[in-house]
Every structure is written in C-alpha cells, then in structure tokens.
C-alpha cells in the first residue's frame, strides 16, 4: 500500500481537517441534541436483546455491579447504546474500511475498554482472522458468558438496522462451550478467534497485548513473507470510553502506542510499499460534556492529524439527521490521520459523536 493509495483513502473519508478544538466543540455543542440520559440501553435489565443486521443476540448485563461501589469504576457492566449502532456501522460491507482492504478476513482487531457486552467482537470477528478484546479483570465473567450464549448466532449480513429491547429475565439461547463467536462460511477465521486480556490504560505495556493469542494467530502471511515479528494491529477500536477526564491522557496515550506497534513503511526502488498496512483506530463516542470532549480532542491532536467525514461515509445510521442520537450536524465522524517524521508512518481515527447529557456517568 503506496503513499498515493493512501491518500486516495484520505480523499475516500475525509472532509475538512480539524484545526481549532474550541471552534469544534462550538459546533457540536451549539445544536440543539436531545438529552439521551446517561447512554446505557437498560441498566436494570438482567439481559436484553440486540437485533444487528438481521442476527438476534442475547447480552446479559450485571445491574448490581452497576450499581456496587467498586474500585475502579463499573460502567462496563451494562450495554450502551451506541454499540449496537457502531456494531452495525463497522461491519457494513459498504464501509470504506472494507472498500479500501484496510480491513479483510486476514485483519486482526484490539478493543479497548469493551465492557461485558462481547457485542462488537461477536459481530466483527466472523469477519477477520483474530480479535482481542480488552479491560478490566471484572468484566471477563460476563463477557465470556455473552460469547458462550451467543456462540451460534449466524454470520450477520449489512442491510438490517441495529435495535434493542429490554428483557426482564436472562434468555435460553443455545449454549457452547468455546469463547469465540461461529465462524463464518465466506471466511478462513479459526473458530477460537476472540481472546480477553486485561488492559490498564495507565499502567500496563500495549506491546504485550499479542502475548493472548496462540503462536499461530500471532504470524500472519505477511509477517511470514516479510521475516519480521508484528506486535501491531489492523484495527484498535473503543466503544464510549470518553467520560472520565482523568484518564482521557492515558486513554489516547495508549491508543497512539498500539498504532506505533505496526512497522513503519520502508519504500523500495522497485516497489515501495509498507511492511504493513496502516493501524486503523475507531473511537465511537456519546457526546456528553464539552470539556471532556475538548480534552479529548485536544489531547488527541498532539498525536493525530484529524478530519470530519462526510455523512455518505457514515449512512443513514449515523448520519446528519437520523434521528438515533444524531439529529442535524450532531454527529461527527472524524478520521484522524498520524504521520511520522518521514511522513510514512499511518494511522486513522473515526469518532461519531451524539446524543448529549450533562449528568455525570456511575464512576
């Protein structure tokens, strides 16, 4: 993947660069959002039911953990909403991800922060050769629970819409015995291929995030053609992990590391290209608080050069005017483009925004 190549990926996902934090902030915040409480699809339901791309899931959650005084906080103990609809949103196949092979079968993903949910893994890892899920040693109980009761839900398609109901009691669905999601038929992933490891922003190393995974899912066919080891990933995503303006700086601090984990591109006299393929690193986000906001952005732009996508990128889900948290110009979906000092050094970041609430979230 050439330099030009990426930047007709750029020109594919971009509209204008974000320059000025405190002007964004004005123009995500002056429209007129309706308040969507904290967020959370039903923090008292024992389970609820996520309808994505024609494909029922059950997720139990832990209403009582939510709501315990647990060190370290506990709102990955529930869904939120905006999930479902990121879920929906990345595994699209008109997604320009997909459309530009930045994302295959062959990708491997890392989340941050995925809470209990396993929704994001269970629908993108069909998709792609090997997924690590990441956070706090609380929530692995549940999220392998939610692998296990989801284990044979089909490969989704991309046209349904993403919805969710609430149950009063945790559902039958058919059981298994293994931690990853069913493999799909159009794929070559192993059906073991979601692995959980904790993740502390603050303290813990990202370079050893592959250590999870079997030797084999480690080194993939370019690793093998290039002789070299790869500790990057394809893909790092986080599903509304921005609240706490505490650990913003940690947060981005970590997500810069794991983009700079994937060797840098070394251009050839006779056919330059990367070593790999660029980082891609997604950031879905409820907008709540201008100043969170503002610390995030801010912070992230000491690593990242950032831009608005369009709403043809973000469909009729996400895009202005939906009616799904993102009314008018309330989302923005950001693609952040990082470049080393020999500007060939790749990674982006795509941020939808909606939905605001000034109410401060469970801590």
Same mark, same amino acid.
């Given at each position: 993947?050439?330099?030009?190549?990426?930047?007709?990926?750029?020109?594919?996902?971009?509209?204008?660069?974000?320059?000025?934090?405190?002007?964004?902030?004005?123009?995500?915040?002056?429209?007129?959002?309706?308040? %969507?409480?904290?967020?959370?699809?039903? !923090?008292?339901?024992?389970?609820?039911?996520?309808?994505?791309?024609?494909?029922?899931?059950?997720?139990?959650?832990?209403?009582?953990?939510?709501?315990?005084?647990?060190?370290?906080?506990?709102?990955?103990?529930?869904?939120?909403?905006?999930?479902?609809?990121?879920?929906?949103?990345?595994?699209?196949?008109?997604?320009?991800?997909?459309?530009?092979?930045?994302?295959?079968?062959? &990708?491997?993903?890392?989340?941050?922060?995925?809470?209990?949910?396993?929704?994001?893994?269970?629908?993108?890892?069909?998709?792609?050769?090997?997924?690590?899920?990441?956070?706090?040693?609380?929530?692995?109980?549940?999220?392998?629970?939610?692998?296990?009761?989801?284990?044979?839900?089909?490969?989704?398609?991309?046209?349904?819409?993403?919805?969710?109901? &609430?149950?009063?009691?945790?559902?039958?669905?058919?059981?298994?015995?293994?931690?990853?999601? &069913?493999?799909?038929?159009?794929?070559?992933?192993?059906?073991?291929?979601?692995?959980?490891?904790?993740?502390?922003?603050?303290?813990?190393?990202?370079?050893? #995030?592959?250590?999870?995974?079997?030797?084999?899912?480690?080194?993939?066919?370019?690793?093998?053609?290039?002789?070299?080891?790869?500790?990057?990933?394809?893909?790092?995503?986080?599903?509304?992990?921005?609240? %706490?303006?505490?650990?913003?700086?940690?947060?981005?601090?970590?997500?810069?590391?794991?983009?700079?984990?994937?060797?840098?591109?070394?251009?050839?006299?006779?056919? !330059?290209?990367?070593?790999?393929?660029?980082?891609?690193?997604?950031?879905?986000?409820?907008?709540?608080?201008?100043?969170?906001?503002?610390?995030?952005?801010?912070?992230?732009?000491?690593?990242?050069?950032?831009?608005?996508?369009?709403?043809?990128?973000?469909?009729?889900?996400?895009?202005?005017? &939906?009616?799904?948290?993102y009314p008018q110009s309330a989302v923005d979906l950001t693609a952040i483009?990082?470049?080393?000092? %020999? %500007?060939?050094?790749?990674?982006? #970041?795509?941020?939808?925004?909606?939905?605001?609430?000034?109410?401060?979230?469970?801590?």
């Open positions: 993947m050439d330099i030009k190549l990426m930047d007709q990926i750029i020109h594919l996902l971009a509209g204008e660069e974000v320059i000025d934090v405190d002007e964004e902030s004005f123009l995500l915040f002056a429209q007129d959002i309706p308040s %969507n409480n904290l967020g959370m699809l039903n !923090p008292r339901a024992p389970s609820v039911e996520i309808s994505i791309n024609g494909n029922e899931y059950t997720i139990h959650q832990s209403p009582s953990l939510l709501s315990s005084h647990r060190a370290g906080g506990t709102t990955g103990a529930v869904l939120w909403k905006i999930t479902p609809r990121f879920a929906e949103w990345i595994t699209n196949s008109s997604n320009p991800l997909w459309a530009t092979s930045l994302l295959s079968q062959t &990708s491997t993903v890392a989340e941050l922060g995925t809470g209990i949910s396993a929704l994001v893994a269970l629908v993108l890892a069909p998709s792609v050769r090997h997924y690590i899920a990441t956070d706090q040693e609380y929530v692995r109980k549940l999220f392998r629970t939610n692998l296990d009761a989801n284990a044979s839900v089909g490969v989704p398609s991309s046209n349904s819409k993403a919805k969710g109901k &609430s149950k009063g009691s945790k559902s039958s669905k058919s059981k298994s015995n293994s931690t990853s999601t &069913s493999t799909s038929t159009s794929t070559a992933n192993p059906a073991d291929n979601i692995s959980f490891t904790t993740l502390d922003w603050e303290t813990d190393q990202a370079a050893s #995030l592959k250590e999870c995974m079997d030797s084999d899912d480690v080194h993939g066919q370019d690793e093998e053609e290039e002789g070299e080891e790869d500790k990057g990933f394809d893909l790092l995503l986080s599903c509304d992990c921005i609240y %706490n303006e505490a650990l913003v700086a940690p947060f981005v601090r970590t997500c810069a590391e794991i983009c700079r984990l994937r060797p840098a591109y070394v251009a050839s006299s006779e056919e !330059p290209r990367p070593r790999r393929k660029p980082t891609v690193c997604i950031i879905a986000q409820q907008q709540r608080s201008p100043d969170v906001f503002e610390t995030w952005l801010r912070e992230t732009m000491r690593e990242f050069r950032v831009w608005r996508l369009s709403d043809d990128v973000l469909g009729e889900g996400l895009k202005s005017g &939906s009616g799904y948290l483009h990082k470049y080393n000092n %020999n %500007n060939t050094d790749y990674a982006f #970041l795509f941020t939808s925004m909606g939905g605001t609430q000034q109410e401060e979230l469970l801590q």
